[in-house]
């Protein structure tokens, strides 16, 4: 059986005796988008509105933990469609709606630093009207 893949953060998850000789190099970048998954910054430049990218078994915007948008704005990032939470820094001069595409949305304001809660569907923010 081959390798498959986590839903959320696309992590590998091999097969048991698969990759023999590999799974070392393999478990190491698992661990590196762990580590990027809880405590890795994203600063992305918006120049329109943008789909953060996801990969299976390798780097992708999606899977940061905490995200920095810059530019102009206003701008609509749309997120995938899975369980997940951010830190959203929006550092733009125009509000950032976040989205998955389906679902509620959040618009965060220019300065603000906000955490996204993600459901697989609905974009919440902790509070007010939040999760």
């Known amino acids: 059986m081959p390798s498959s893949w986590s839903s959320s953060l696309r992590f590998e998850l091999q097969f048991t005796g698969e990759n023999i000789n590999l799974w070392g190099d393999k478990l190491n970048t698992v661990l590196a988008h762990a580590d990027y998954a809880v405590a890795g910054w994203l600063t992305k430049a918006l120049t329109g ?45 125009g509000a ?16 603000d630093i906000v955490q996204v809660l993600c459901d697989g569907a609905d974009v919440k923010t902790p509070g007010f009207g939040g999760a």
């Open 49 to 93: 509105d943008y789909a953060l990218s996801t990969a299976n078994a390798g780097d992708d915007e999606a899977r940061a933990a905490m995200i920095k948008f810059t530019g102009a704005g206003p701008f609509t990032v749309t997120i995938p469609s899975v369980s997940k939470a951010y830190a959203v820094w929006n550092a733009c001069a």
């Open 96 to 111: 950032v709606t976040i989205t998955t595409g389906a679902g509620s949305t959040i618009t965060i304001d220019p300065g």
